[in-house]
């Protein structure tokens, strides 16, 4: 204990020893001590020396830092010292004023090799790591905490190696991701950074990160913490999700199928004082619109970007984002950042642009947001960053947007052209002629994306004229460009205004008869381009090769003066075809060229090197080695090429119109289609009213069963009980009625008979019809050319056969019944014939009855016993006389009963005819012969006739 209240700062006599003895001997003491508390106070000293001799330290006594940590895990006192130390030995956030004079003469380099160092002992053996992560796990806070340190300053050290480690390790992400959950925020903020180095640039712990949550959980801390107003939290969960999505399309994809991108929109809710933004609010919004951008970048897979596009519009992000852009008191760097955040969301998608198209800024009297951002771009007091994002925003606005475009140059044209209020138009060309060679530049990089690939707007930007001053006739817009260009302006402004003609004259061999009736043009080209000029002139000799090729390869030949083939011969002899081709060269071997075609966005350090647009790049690729082909090209070789392109033309020509007619065939195609769907659904319907009659069929067969039961039951019952009915009342005029009830069902039935008999021929001629029908079909399906529907149709066909054979199976069925019905009618006669007989009889009985109740009265007189046990049977006989009331009363119903039924068969009947008739119909809509029912029924009586006549010559 004297040597720990040595190495503690307690007095002691003798000399000191030094720092590497007194690390060596708490080595020692740690790895040889039986007691916890020897071990814990060696440990703790090693942790107060560990930032002063950190070198010592961790040569010494890391081996035996690691195994405290596997062995004394039970004790948390001494495992969170143990990793205070290696945090100590490992981070290079030393304090200033913990280091001594030696340490300040140290370079930072010296300490990051250090740290470096010391990271890739520790983690040579991966088992350090996974334990490392056990103990992440620990709800210790004394534990919890400098795990999460130290695992997070091993990722800063040695990144790609230990997140190998942590990824093989099993639900190493997993145990991570708890610390978001954790409800004390230091572990959680701390957890926060941990994940950031964590998932910097490896994609697999990226996804895996996602799909465990993240985004919930990271926007629920940004909600908390109050969004924007949020302190520094908020803007390390911002970094962690830009490392979730950045250049990740599956998180991305995971990230807009959540609905989260809906849930960005309160971020940007910022209220009407803008007054005293902090610094710390500045950078947190700054970060937001960042991850915006990240999502609908143009690099991006256009898919993705334009559902996400289409996403926050619908959440109405979009309209917020336009809210601050036409917001005042606004910081200038959030201002452009949401310049550029919005001009990304509008790209490329019809929709949003429509709608930036209409946002109005709130002045008096209002002015579209595009009017007011280009009075920005062309004015020359605005900062550099402003201008360009300005410029970027206009770009996207007009990128595949042929509507927007054609408003654009509808402003600059005579017919549209408004004098009480400033227009777009009107913007550019005064940006296009000013004195700042950087409006020049913007105005002209603007005009070209009106134009880009829109060759009908080429030409009506060829009728703009304007006024160069007070008595002067008008010109072109075309000739000031050039006359500018003559001039000999700045290179700014010469580089602009030839990006600017090269995209007009493109593909528009209108525009460049036009640019060649000029006769100054075409010597101020090739003197341009034959000149030996310093450095900054090449750029502008190219660009000149290039327009002067332009001019070449789109000659239409019109004007005799400058054909193709003396603008080559002109070429030969003023400047020499490889010194045109080397010029001609200059533009892609410069650097700013490089810079420019890497990203569609303006990213210029300076104004002096805004010189290539990206989409001016792209034509120049596209150009450059097709225009060093036409030059060397001979007159045969043009004439053959003109041919060839003639060919082309009517190659195109005759695609375009079997295109037409595969058009056209699809559309019929399309009808068929529908047609067959309409056939499918009557199909189905039809299916479903057959099914319906098979099942009320089922039913009459049902319920006339039970009536036939119920009348032999009927019959029976009048045989046993006909004195009782004599008795009660029943009298013949009934049994008269019945008959003659039953005679009418017998005509029925007979004229129902008849009608199914007319049924069953029309649905024979029918069947007859079908089976033609059906060859012909095939052979015209045969013959057809293998349409695509004709097997469709077919199964249509034959589904309606078996749909008929069907109905007349169930027409034959109730033939059937309906004879069996006739036959119990003419069974039931006789028993109501007997009836009278049975009530004949009954008068007898009765008679032979009171005969013998006469007899047994006077025995009765003697027995009273049995007088009593006959009143018993008598008031049993009145109660059986009212059940059979009962019994006649629900026969009666019965045969009413009957009688509906009956009347229900007919109206089955008719629906059956006018189903008949239906397909009847379709048939003749398909195109097939199909008699009348008229027809039919002639053709059967005569049929009939012809037959009589033969039976009367026999």
Not at 752 to 780: F, P, W
Not at 791 to 818: D, F, H, P
């Amino acid at each position: 204990m004297n040597f720990l209240r040595g190495v503690m700062g307690g007095p002691s006599a003798g000399p000191q020893p030094s720092g590497a003895d007194t690390i060596q001997k708490l080595c020692d003491r740690v790895a040889s001590s039986t007691l916890l508390d020897d071990r814990r106070d060696a440990v703790r000293a090693l942790k107060a020396l560990s930032k002063k001799y950190r070198l010592e330290v961790g040569i010494q006594a890391m081996e035996h830092l690691v195994h405290v940590l596997q062995t004394d895990r039970s004790d948390s006192e001494i495992i969170g010292y143990a990793l205070d130390t290696l945090y100590n030995v490992i981070s290079n956030d030393l304090e200033e004023e913990e280091q001594d004079d030696s340490e300040e003469e140290n370079s930072p380099k010296q300490g990051d090799d250090l740290g470096s160092q010391f990271t890739e002992i520790f983690i040579k053996q991966p088992e350090n790591v996974t334990l490392l992560l056990t103990l992440v796990e620990e709800f210790d806070f004394h534990v919890r905490w400098p795990g999460v340190k130290l695992l997070t300053s091993l990722l800063k050290q040695q990144g790609p190696q230990v997140q190998q480690i942590i990824l093989v390790s099993p639900m190493g992400v997993s145990r991570l991701m708890d610390l978001l959950a954790d409800s004390r925020e230091v572990i959680r903020n701390d957890g926060v950074l941990l994940l950031q180095q964590l998932t910097k640039s490896n994609a697999a712990i990226q996804k895996i990160v996602a799909f465990e949550n993240a985004f919930e959980r990271l926007l629920d801390i940004v909600t908390e913490e109050g969004n924007s107003d949020g302190g520094i939290v908020v803007e390390d969960c911002l970094l962690l999700l830009q490392n979730l999505l950045k250049n990740n399309n599956s998180n991305q994809n995971f990230f807009k199928e959540g609905s989260y991108i809906q849930r960005m929109k309160p971020w940007f809710e910022v209220g009407d004082d803008n007054c005293g933004w902090s610094a710390q609010k500045v950078t947190n919004l700054h970060l937001m619109l960042q991850l915006v951008r990240v999502l609908v970048s143009p690099t991006n897979p256009p898919g993705a970007t334009t559902s996400c596009q289409k996403a926050m519009f619908h959440c109405g992000l979009l309209q917020q984002l336009c809210t601050i852009l036409m917001a005042t008191g606004v910081p200038a760097d959030i201002l452009t950042e949401t310049i550029n955040t919005v001009s990304e969301v509008i790209r490329g998608c019809q929709m949003n642009q429509d709608y930036f198209a209409s946002v109005n800024a709130p002045s008096n009297p209002p002015r579209p947001a595009i009017v007011v951002l280009l009075m920005s771009m062309v004015n020359e007091r605005q900062p550099f960053v402003l201008r360009c994002a300005v410029l970027y925003c206009f770009q996207c606005f007009l990128y595949k947007n042929h509507k927007g475009q054609g408003e654009i140059v509808s402003t600059l044209l005579p017919s549209t052209i408004d004098g009480s209020s400033v227009s777009a138009g009107q913007l550019l060309c005064g940006g296009l002629f000013s004195t700042d060679s950087l409006s020049n530049w913007c105005a002209a990089v603007a005009l070209a994306h009106a134009l880009q690939e829109n060759a009908a707007l080429k030409e009506q930007l060829l009728r703009v004229q304007l006024a160069t001053s007070i008595g002067n006739p008008p010109v072109s817009l075309l000739q000031q460009c050039t006359n500018i260009l003559s001039q000999g302006s700045k290179v700014q402004t010469r580089v602009g205004l030839l990006m600017l003609l090269c995209t007009w004259l493109s593909n528009c061999s209108i525009a460049v008869t036009h640019f060649l009736h000029n006769p100054a043009n075409v010597p101020f080209l090739t003197g341009q381009i034959a000149e030996n000029l310093g450095e900054e002139e090449q750029l502008v000799q190219g660009l000149c090769a290039l327009l002067l090729g332009i001019s070449i390869y789109y000659n239409d030949n019109s004007l005799e003066n400058y054909r193709k083939e003396k603008l080559k011969q002109l070429i030969e002899k003023r400047i020499g075809r490889e010194n045109f081709v080397e010029k001609l060269g200059f533009i892609s071997k410069h650097e700013l060229y490089s810079r420019a075609a890497q990203k569609p966005q303006p990213g210029f350090s300076s104004p002096e090197h805004m010189m290539f647009d990206h989409e001016f790049t792209k034509l120049v690729k596209e150009l450059e080695g097709v225009i060093s082909k036409a030059i060397y090209k001979s007159s045969e070789e043009d004439k053959k090429e003109e041919e060839v392109k003639k060919t082309l033309e009517q190659h195109d020509n005759i695609v375009t119109h079997y295109k037409k007619v595969i058009r056209e065939q699809d559309q019929e195609l399309e009808e068929l289609k529908q047609q067959v769907s309409t056939l499918k659904s009557q199909n189905e319907q039809l299916q479903v009213t057959v099914t319906q009659q098979v099942s009320q069929i089922q039913q009459h067969k049902d319920q006339y069963n039970l009536l036939k039961v119920q009348l032999g039951k009927d019959t029976q019952h009048h045989n046993s009980h006909g004195d009782t009915l004599q008795m009660n009342g029943i009298q013949l005029e009934e049994v008269s009625k019945l008959r003659e009830e039953l005679e009418d069902w017998r005509n029925r039935h007979e004229q129902l008979q008849g009608q199914l008999k007319e049924k069953d021929a029309v649905i024979e001629n029918l069947k007859s019809l079908q089976v033609e029908m059906g060859t012909e079909q095939s052979s015209q399906l045969s013959s057809s050319g293998g349409m695509e529907h004709s097997a469709e149709l077919q199964k249509e066909l034959e589904l309606l056969r078996t749909q008929i054979q069907l109905q007349a199976a169930e027409i034959s069925k109730l033939q059937t019944e309906n004879q069996k019905l006739q036959a119990t009618n003419t069974a039931i006669d006789p028993a109501l014939g007997a009836s009278g007989a049975v009530a004949s009889r009954s008068s007898e009985k009765e008679g032979r009855l009171l005969q013998e109740l006469g007899e047994l009265q006077s025995e009765v007189k003697a027995l009273s016993e049995e007088k009593a046990s006959l009143q018993q049977q008598l008031d049993s006989s009145s109660s059986t006389v009212a059940i059979l009331q009962d019994e006649k009363s629900k026969l009666q119903q019965e045969v009413a009963e009957a009688k509906k039924e009956q009347d229900d068969l007919l109206v089955l009947l008719a629906d059956q005819d006018q189903k008949l008739s239906a397909l009847r119909s379709k048939l003749k809509d398909l195109g097939m012969p199909v008699e009348d029912e008229d027809d039919i029924e002639s053709g059967d009586q005569a049929d009939e006739d012809e037959d009589g006549d033969e039976e009367e010559q026999d």
